[in-house]
């Protein structure tokens, strides 16, 4: 069931960010941005009980900045006890995507997500979860 309510107020600033998040994110109208996030942060509540699931963490990068795959490779040896595996594929002769399994408590997760999603060059990080238990 839909239902639609009108009478929400935004400052400016709050206003322009929503713009800019519809825009970068190629959503057709703030309506559809607001259920996105909303959608997003009850998922996201959903696993900060730490329940041990599974996902994988997806990172899409310049493959020709080599720092960043040692960076990659030295958060994963760090949390090597969620990390499963990891695998990469060059998409065109410059970006590269990798793809790191885990499996673990999810404020695990998150936080190993939240590392390799930071370092600099990351051009688009996404955790992925599911309830594993």
Request: net charge neutral; proline share 1%.
């Amino acid at each position: 069931m839909s239902v639609s309510r009108f009478g929400v107020s935004l400052d400016e600033d709050l206003l322009k960010a929503l713009d800019s998040y519809v825009v970068e994110n190629g959503f057709s109208n703030r309506s559809q941005a607001i259920r996105h996030l909303i959608e997003k942060n009850m998922v996201e509540e959903k696993w900060k009980c730490d329940n041990i699931v599974a996902g994988a963490v997806v990172l899409v990068f310049n493959h020709e900045k080599a720092d960043i795959l040692k960076k990659s490779a030295e958060i994963q040896f760090e949390y090597r006890n969620v990390v499963l595996s990891s695998q990469g594929f060059y998409l065109n002769e410059q970006n590269y995507l990798e793809i790191i399994a885990v499996k673990g408590p999810s404020k695990k997760l998150t936080e190993i997500s939240d590392k390799l999603i930071s370092i600099k060059g990351i051009q688009h990080g996404k955790l992925v979860m599911s309830k594993a238990e």
